[in-house]
């Protein structure tokens, strides 16, 4: 129950003021409020209406709230000042008592609306003046802001009301200096309460610096409400028009204000505040631009046509100018003025057609990077924007247009699931505002650069693999002939000589062509293990003999002196004779590199066949690869033959400890029994 006492006694009091003040002005003729110098009160009272409802939405969602309860008191204030201000014409034509009252309370206190403005300011969202150093200035702007009431409080009715307009006196203590004195007061009243508001919208800026994202988008609100008070006092002020359309466009403001801090409190982030401010920010410029050209058209057309032509005339050729100029204009100048703002943003195909056209007169990837960050600076007229895209190595590339502001926050950017890289915008700004549709655009022309460029990454690799590889194969074709011509070509040459050596020995000396021959056969003997080395370096012969899991499990044992190594494997047999060299090769060189670097004592190996492709998995609980370690010749290698066929190759560090390299190698139509045979490379890791 005591839950609902501050916002129904709000609710009650302020429907209560409006009530009365609807009464009065009904019960009042204009006649009796010419004599009192006053007008309806209905129109006085009604804001304080809208900001008890924001009172009584905050208090009910947030029991308590300091800025629900200033709301509150400002609300009921309000209203009361309206309510009294109808009362002053009644009570005075009918010669009731309380007419000094209505004078008192709306001349005298009426000022400590503009005490509880500040007061919003200072408090809002939290509630809380800035700690720190900035509270002995919050607590000036907040004592400053009662400058003008006290002031008006303590002056004297000639002062305060000129030529005396009370009926008696609404002096609640005499002031004992003179009039003089007591103008100067006021004066200084009203440049301390005045500098008081300027003073806490510099706080308000301070605690949107240091406040954390979600006081941020409550801070906007206030920001969006602050744009609409500014708008409609301009807009009454320039157009002059008085009486309804005034009190109308007041009224839309405090609104704004009771709608703003009441969503702001309670649930910020309902809307897009961002893209509202945006919108509000372009809508008020093109109307600015839109009614001054309107202003220079009109003012044209009476200094050219005059009173020549009848009203008919005027009216035929204003038409013809609103069809064939003025539209056409004002769509046109609207257009630039939210370019010139916003930029591109609201031309999603203009957006796209700019970057692409940057991106085709780029040639290369270092010109492609700063063309996309320019591009995104020039499509959302953002100052500063950082594109950022990661290699397939996992490194990083970037590009920054502009100087980048002290707080920035980021995008990521992904593409069916994989992150491709981030973008990296200011935080501060309305131009940095980006509303969810902003931001969509934003992510998608950013991500298909993003693709486009990893492509061209992609495609510059494979060209420098399928150089490795072709540089890799004619060094094994020159080794292997190096090996012919230079080994086996003399050795086999050796054996010829002996052989005919001995058969003309063979009659004159028996002993000598049996040692030539045995020197021959020894020849043959060490010819034969050449050529058994390059069978095997072409493909391993266990692979033939045993098959890939007994190869793979011959490889462990070879290591067992040195490491624990237990082998899985599952449906491994008639694989393409490629997977199989690779997958063998992978777990040869992932196994030496556990012996040599990791200091590991166990090593799991595991081979894993599915529908399309072999996995390979070798895992160790040695020390793991430090972040400052590069990549040696023997993790490139695992990398290189995994990627030969088509296929791919990591190498990760757990969190539980040890390495972990795991290679997907794909076969099926794009593999065959006659896909190129992976070279033998080193195990440095």
Not at 602 to 628: F, K, N, Q, S, Y
Request: net charge negative; proline share 4%.
């Amino acid at each position: 129950m005591s839950r609902l006492l501050e916002p129904v006694a709000v609710a009650v009091t302020s429907l209560a003021a409006v009530g009365a003040s609807l009464w009065l002005d009904l019960v009042t003729t204009d006649a009796e409020r010419a004599a009192a110098s006053t007008e309806a009160a209905t129109s006085t009272a009604v804001p304080g209406l809208m900001l008890a409802a924001a009172s009584v939405v905050v208090l009910l969602a947030r029991p308590g709230d300091t800025v629900g309860r200033l709301l509150g008191v400002v609300a009921c204030w309000w209203s009361l000042d309206g309510s009294f201000y109808g009362w002053i014409a009644f009570s005075l034509a009918r010669g009731l008592p309380g007419t000094d009252l209505g004078f008192w309370f709306v001349a005298r206190s009426g000022a400590f609306l503009l005490s509880g403005l500040v007061g919003l300011l200072l408090l809002y969202p939290t509630g809380r003046l800035l700690p720190g150093r900035w509270r002995p200035l919050a607590v000036l702007a907040a004592a400053a802001s009662v400058a003008l009431p006290v002031a008006l409080l303590l002056a004297p009715d000639a002062v305060v009301f000129g030529a005396g307009e009370p009926v008696g006196s609404t002096e609640l203590v005499p002031f004992p200096f003179s009039d003089a004195a007591a103008e100067a007061m006021l004066r200084a009243g009203q440049v301390l309460t005045l500098g008081s508001v300027v003073l806490a919208v510099a706080l308000l800026w301070v605690r949107h610096r240091g406040a954390s994202a979600y006081e941020r988008t409550q801070l906007r609100w206030l920001l969006w409400a602050g744009i609409m008070c500014v708008l409609m006092v301009v807009a009454a002020s320039t157009l002059s028009v008085g009486g309804l359309v005034t009190t109308v466009l007041l009224d839309l403001a405090v609104a704004a204000l009771s709608i703003s801090v009441a969503i702001g409190l309670v649930r910020p982030r309902t809307l897009d505040v961002d893209a509202l401010v945006a919108w509000t920010l372009t809508t008020a410029v093109v109307a600015a631009v839109v009614v001054a050209v309107d202003l220079l058209v009109l003012a044209a057309g009476t200094a050219v046509l005059g009173e020549r032509l009848d009203e008919r005339d005027v009216t035929v050729v204003v038409l013809v100018l609103a069809v064939v100029v003025y539209g056409p204009l004002r769509a046109w100048l609207g257009g630039l003025v939210r370019r010139l703002l916003l930029g591109r943003r609201g031309d999603r195909y203009g957006a796209v057609s700019a970057l692409a056209a940057r991106l085709e007169t780029s040639d290369s990837v270092d010109e492609q990077l700063p063309a996309l960050a320019g591009a995104v600076a020039d499509a959302f007229k953002v100052r500063h924007v950082r594109v950022e895209v990661l290699t397939p190595d996992g490194g990083l590339l970037s590009a920054a247009h502009g100087t980048a502001p002290t707080e920035v926050h980021q995008i990521d950017i992904a593409y069916q699931g994989e992150q491709v890289g981030r973008l990296v915008l200011p935080v501060d700004g309305f131009r940095s505002m980006l509303s969810h549709r902003d931001r969509g655009l934003l992510v998608d022309l950013v991500r298909q650069a993003a693709v486009a460029i990893r492509a061209r990454l992609l495609a510059t690799e494979l060209q420098e693999s399928r150089e490795r590889l072709v540089i890799g194969r004619e060094d094994d074709r020159r080794r292997i002939r190096r090996d012919l011509h230079d080994g086996l070509g003399p050795a086999l040459g050796g054996v010829a000589l002996r052989l005919q050596a001995a058969g003309n020995a063979i009659d004159a000396d028996p002993v000598r062509a049996r040692e030539l021959v045995r020197l021959a056969r020894t020849e043959v003997g060490d010819a034969l293990e050449d050529v058994r080395r390059l069978v095997h370096d072409l493909r391993p012969p266990a692979l033939d003999d045993l098959g890939l899991e007994a190869a793979v499990r011959q490889q462990a044992e070879r290591v067992r002196s040195e490491l624990d190594v237990t082998v899985t494997a599952s449906g491994v047999s008639g694989l393409p004779a490629a997977v199989e060299v690779a997958a063998y090769r992978i777990v040869a060189e992932a196994l030496t590199n556990v012996v040599r670097h990791a200091g590991a004592s166990r090593a799991d190996v595991c081979l894993e066949a599915g529908p399309g492709a072999l996995t390979v998995v070798v895992a160790d609980d040695g020390r793991g690869i430090a972040a400052d370690v590069s990549a040696g010749v023997g993790l490139l290698s695992l990398r290189e033959r995994a990627e030969e066929l088509g296929g791919r190759c990591e190498v990760s560090c757990p969190e539980s400890g040890g390495t972990t390299v795991r290679a997907v190698l794909p076969y099926g139509t794009a593999v065959s029994e006659t896909a190129a045979v992976p070279r033998e490379e080193g195990s440095v890791r």
